[in-house]
């Protein structure tokens, strides 16, 4: 039988990889700062958020239109392990970022 040959599985799609804001991070683990960069001078004003792992909004950035990059001071921030998300109106991006002490 045919149905004895194909086993059809689900496609579950979460985001669309165009519309990613690739950033990266260093130094991670950091310190008292780290350095965000963007791989592309940004289109458009984008919020970046420092989110605890249950969610918890930390701290937050504005970041302006053609930024290639941005210094996070991290002097009061606990250590721990966080979420960085970068976000502005067509995209967005998440990365893990440890904070040491």
Do not use: C
């Not at 963007?38 to 958020?49: D, G, I, K, S």
């Not at 989110?51 to 990059?69: A, K």
């Not at 250590?79 to 040491?100: D, E, N």
């Amino acid at each position: 039988m045919v149905a004895d040959i194909f086993h059809i599985k689900p496609i579950v799609a979460t985001a669309n990889p165009l519309n990613n804001i690739q950033f990266q991070l260093a130094p991670n683990p950091a310190a008292d700062h780290a350095q965000l960069y963007f791989n592309y001078a940004l289109p458009e004003t984008a919020q970046v958020a420092l989110y605890t792992p249950s969610g918890e909004l930390v701290r937050n950035w504005i970041v302006g239109p053609g930024s290639t990059r941005l210094q996070m001071d991290l002097a009061s921030v606990p250590a721990g392990m966080y979420l960085v998300s970068v976000q502005h109106k067509q995209a967005k991006g998440f990365q893990k970022l440890v904070v040491v002490r």
